[in-house]
């Protein structure tokens, strides 16, 4: 059988794949706004303990075209082991067509070029990287561990390496001062990594302590109301400048579902945001919000 270390989470177009974690928690698990995985300590799965379970699955599963490699940054095994768990699974799933997983920008320091195009090959076809911003002093404050410059070099990698990346950008998370200039710099980085996906969640806070303007070191801090997420998903979407990157914000937490591809649906996406702000009944109700 499978089994699951809970919590299991995995994005919205992992909806349909078979998870399999290949890793326990995350390796970094310091970033201020998530509480996901603070009651796990990051570590590999034993090796004989995934392949059980791939084996379980070919043995059971009629057809697996999709794999999603949980928990929160797979990516960060060794290429080797990876290499075992991807000729592992395309053994056992004849059918599978893709493999993903997270993966955050400090695993691309253990990997070159050629690392990724081996994973590449072996049938790893996408990496769900989370930017959440781009400007340097939010990064600070959520401690990211990295600031712009640096996620734009070591993510470039993957670029490079022919990787499919979707990277994800986090609304509301400078507050009302940082607000634009979150906006803005998360743009440039998109800019300059050119991922194949982009996409925003809105943040939502569950219980913590120490409190969020505590980590967030700004007692002004506070969470944006529904109108100024959508000025800020504004913001990102105009300053966008790269070409051809698919654009979504159907995450659960969004006030407002885009769908879209830069630059081609740019003016069609500003004016669903245009009018949502017009028009508050055209956005996700709360009791439907969720992370």
């Not at 986090?170 to 200039?181: A, D, N, V």
């Not at 980590?215 to 969470?223: K, N």
Request: glycine share 6%.
């Amino acid at each position: 059988m499978i089994h699951y270390d809970e919590p299991l989470i995995r994005p919205p177009s992992e909806a349909h794949s078979l998870i399999l974690q290949a890793t326990l928690g995350c390796s970094h698990n310091r970033c201020a706004f998530c509480v996901t995985y603070q009651s796990k300590q990051y570590r590999p799965r034993p090796t004989e303990e995934l392949f059980a379970e791939i084996d379980w699955a070919g043995s059971h599963y009629r057809e697996v075209p999709r794999v999603f490699l949980a928990d929160g940054d797979a990516l960060a095994l060794k290429t080797d082991r990876l290499l075992a768990i991807l000729e592992r699974l395309h053994t056992k799933l004849p059918g599978l067509k893709r493999v993903s997983c997270y993966a955050s920008p400090g695993n691309f320091r253990t990997k070159s070029v050629a690392d990724l195009e081996r994973l590449r090959d072996a049938g790893l076809g996408l990496l769900y990287v989370g930017f959440e911003s781009g400007d340097d002093e939010v990064l600070r404050r959520i401690d990211k561990g990295f600031t712009q410059d640096e996620m734009a070099d070591l993510c470039g990698k993957g670029t490079q390496a022919n990787l499919k990346l979707s990277a994800t950008v986090i609304l509301g998370l400078g507050g009302p001062r940082l607000s634009r200039q979150h906006a803005e710099q998360s743009a440039r980085l998109i800019d300059r990594v050119r991922p194949r996906f982009a996409s925003a969640l809105t943040l939502m806070l569950a219980p913590r302590t120490p409190s969020y303007e505590q980590v967030f070191d700004d007692p002004e801090w506070r969470l944006l109301n529904p109108q100024e997420m959508l000025v800020e998903l504004r913001h990102l979407v105009d300053c966008v400048q790269a070409d051809g990157i698919i654009f979504r914000s159907n995450h659960a937490s969004n006030y407002l579902a885009l769908a879209g591809t830069f630059q081609k649906s740019k003016v069609a996406m500003l004016a669903d945001i245009d009018n949502a702000l017009g028009d508050s009944g055209l956005l996700r109700p709360e009791y439907w919000r969720g992370l």
